[in-house]
């Protein structure tokens, strides 16, 4: 009698949960001696309430509980698929307690198959080399995908799919329910990124790897770090050790600023490829060059060393285009990034170059360019890089404030793909609001609604569709200092980009995603992290907003 009743609230829970999103319900039971009491079920998401929106959901009227008999069973004969699983088992093992052993697929044969997490290399060719299908049972979770990259964006929504105290760093109480249904998805774009300017202010390797497994979350794939700026050059390179000693030793405010050595460069590259991101490093040239200017007179025109930078003006600084010494430089800088760097790209930098006339840069963007194709990989710059026609090859990032820009509209039509990060809209340096302490406002205030509220694929005019290779999202460190401040610029707007990368247009609705992001607050409050409560975000009740 009683079973029957609770298994009628269940259905009917699904049924409203898959109208509301994050609706709790009371359902009516009966106890032995009769009498009818109410019990509320726990808050649980719709199996679609993830960030970024998935492709396609079909939500169903059942859960699984992940519980001390689950096993994740890893495609067998693939380390890669082992190693997705036993990070997900490590970091649930934390907030549940549970002993989730992770063993291969194969070895599932025989097993009580209601006590699984599956993560399956057999997914529909369809899915590509990111997409992947997840589908919950009460029996179980099965995530399918063509890669190793496929499963670990499967568990990023399956980790949302559970509760926000899964992610807490200390053990917690269940249940770990997980609701129903199937997703099968796949990005819009194939570039989402985010970029840290560790130049303005450095960031020891420990705060680039917080960043990465937050950004991974929400399936950014690409993080560009801006390594060299007026005020910092922070990676060393050999031949050159000035470069860090000197254009190292500061930073904006007069800080001790500081410094990669090659083999943490590395160990960045190889925790961001644990987390299916690829690293694109940028070398800025030929402004925003005074750290390497003063580091080595011989760079310089005048034959004399500029004093290092503090300040955060733009605009002052020129590699000495006509010295041979220039790109003697900058070789050595290229190839011994290319060697260390899997990724396709080495970003140039190339923006704001107002102290190096239009003929110069000109010369200077011929001799650097053929120097990152010599070393087998793409060029990457600034969209300023359009002015001098650059190859194919080359990813323009268009940072500007309109919506539209010439040269980049010419360069699109030649053939070449464009990163979207108009300032307006995808700089997390910028403001929230005019009450906001961190930050810069030259291009705009930007609330999480206006970070959110464009298309990436139909924004910039004569840059659309298949011109569009995706969207980045810079994180400028003039004003930010530690990894606090980062995380309040970063969230909740790094998610709305995120989901304009990722997402199909068609699904693309500013009250869904309010509520969806709403439901991230308790899961950054038990991740520790700092985060701005915007008043525009209904937000999860258990969300403890940070402060600036
Ligand atoms: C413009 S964006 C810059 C950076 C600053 C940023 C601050 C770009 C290519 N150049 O040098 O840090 O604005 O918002």
């Given amino acids: 009698m009683q079973h029957r009743f609770v298994r009628a609230g269940l259905r009917r829970f699904a049924v409203l949960a898959a109208g509301l999103a994050l609706a709790s319900t009371a359902t009516v039971a009966w106890s032995a001696s009769g009498q009818a009491t109410t019990t509320t079920l726990p808050q649980i998401p719709n199996i679609g309430d993830v960030v970024p929106a998935p492709a396609s959901v079909t ?38 307690g549970f002993p989730l052993p992770v063993i291969s697929s194969a070895a599932r044969r025989g097993r009580r198959a209601d006590t ?63 609701p129903g249904g199937s997703i099968s998805d796949a990005p819009r774009f194939s570039y989402r990124g985010s970029m840290l300017d560790v130049s303005r202010h450095f960031f020891p390797v420990s705060v680039v790897e917080r960043y990465i497994d937050e ?55 190889a925790y961001a490829q644990a987390h299916y991101v690829t690293i694109v490093p940028e070398i800025d ?79 200077f963007e011929d001799q650097v360019l053929p120097i990152v194709a010599k070393y087998g990989k793409k060029p990457m710059g ?12 080359a990813v323009p990032e268009f940072w500007g404030t309109t919506t539209t820009d010439p040269n980049t509209a010419a360069a699109a039509a030649r053939g070449n793909k464009v990163v979207m990060a108009p300032a307006n809209k995808a700089y997390l340096d910028q403001k929230y609001t005019p009450s906001t302490k961190l930050g810069q406002n030259w291009a705009a205030y930007i609330e999480v609604k206006d970070a959110y509220d464009w298309d990436p694929g139909n924004y910039l005019q004569g840059v659309t569709g298949s011109s569009v290779l995706g969207v980045e999202a810079p994180v400028w460190s003039e004003t930010l200092l530690n990894m606090a401040d980062i995380e309040y610029m970063a969230f909740p707007r790094l998610p709305a980009i995120a989901e304009l990368g990722w997402s199909p247009e068609s699904t693309h609705n ?39």
């Fill in 215 to 269: 950004i991974s979350l929400y399936k950014i794939n690409y993080l560009h770090l801006h390594l060299s700026d007026d005020q910092g050059w922070r990676i060393a390179i050999n031949g050159w050790p000035q470069l860090t000693a000197i254009g190292g030793s500061t930073e904006v405010g007069g800080g001790a600023g500081g410094f990669y050595t090659q083999a943490q460069y590395k160990q960045i590259v």
């Fill in 59 to 96: 939500a169903t009227n059942v859960r699984y509980n992940v519980t001390d008999n689950t096993v994740v069973y890893a495609q067998t004969g693939s380390a890669a698929a082992s190693s997705v699983g036993r990070q997900l088992a490590t970091e649930l093992r934390t907030s549940t």
């Fill in 285 to 363: 040239g030929p402004g925003h060059s005074n750290a390497a200017l003063a580091s080595y007179a011989d760079l310089n025109c005048n034959d004399v060393a500029p004093p290092l930078y503090t300040g955060t003006d733009v605009g002052f600084s020129s590699f000495c285009v006509s010295k041979p010494i220039t790109y003697t430089f900058l070789n050595d800088v290229i190839g011994q990034l290319a060697a260390m760097t899997p990724g396709p790209y080495i970003n140039i930098g190339g923006d704001e170059a107002q102290s190096t006339s239009a003929a110069d840069y000109q010369t």
């Fill in 382 to 393: 600034w969209h300023d890089i359009t002015a001098v026609d650059p190859p194919t090859s």
């Fill in 510 to 548: 500013w009250n869904s995603f309010k509520t969806r992001l709403g439901a991230q607050g308790p899961r950054w409050t038990a991740m520790g992290m700092n985060f701005y409560a915007s008043p525009q975000v209904p937000w999860a009740p258990g969300t403890k907003g940070g402060t600036d």
């Fill in 116 to 178: 699984g997490i599956a993560l399956l290399l057999s997914g529909p060719s369809g899915l590509g080399q990111e997409g992947y299908q997840l589908s919950v049972t009460a029996g179980g979770v099965t995530i399918k995908a063509n890669q190793a990259e496929g499963l670990f964006d499967g568990v990023q929504t399956l980790r949302q799919l559970l509760p926000a105290a899964a992610d807490g760093s200390t053990r917690q109480a269940g249940p770990w329910t997980v």
